[in-house]
């Protein structure tokens, strides 16, 4: 059983930056894919940005390239967002995820993701 806490979401106005983190426990992150997904009010859930088990393959939604950026430290068991240039349509529940034990190639769908965190609200104000 993996267990995901998120942390540093918040309020920030448009044009600022937030970063956040996703501690895991267990001794398996270092081998195991990670991924950030946010839900906007109103709609569905929606990947965001995917990470390998050693940080050398990144992927990302358009929506977010190029100002998202995703990294781990598996010396601390944890995975960041970084996210810049934030704007009112990022504002959502962002939710970190980890695929099953052991699968350290990073996907794009929610169903490839066994663990989830409770997630954090990030809200962008104009």
């Known amino acids: 059983q993996v267990q995901l806490a998120e942390s540093g979401g918040g309020l920030v106005q448009a044009g600022g930056s937030l970063r956040l983190s996703c501690a895991a426990s267990g001794r398996t992150f270092s081998s195991t894919a990670m991924g950030w997904f946010r839900q906007a009010p109103g709609k569905e859930r929606e990947f965001v940005a995917a990470?390998?088990?050693?940080?050398?393959?990144?992927y990302y939604a358009d929506s977010v390239k190029g100002r998202f950026t995703i990294s781990r430290d598996n010396a601390k068991n944890t995975v960041y967002l970084q996210m810049n240039t934030l704007r009112p349509e990022d504002t959502a529940v962002y939710y970190c995820a980890s695929r099953s034990v052991y699968s350290g190639s990073a996907r794009y769908t929610e169903n490839d993701y066994r663990y989830w965190g409770q997630g954090t609200q990030v809200t962008v104000s104009s």
């Open positions: 990470i390998n088990w050693d940080g050398s393959t990144t």
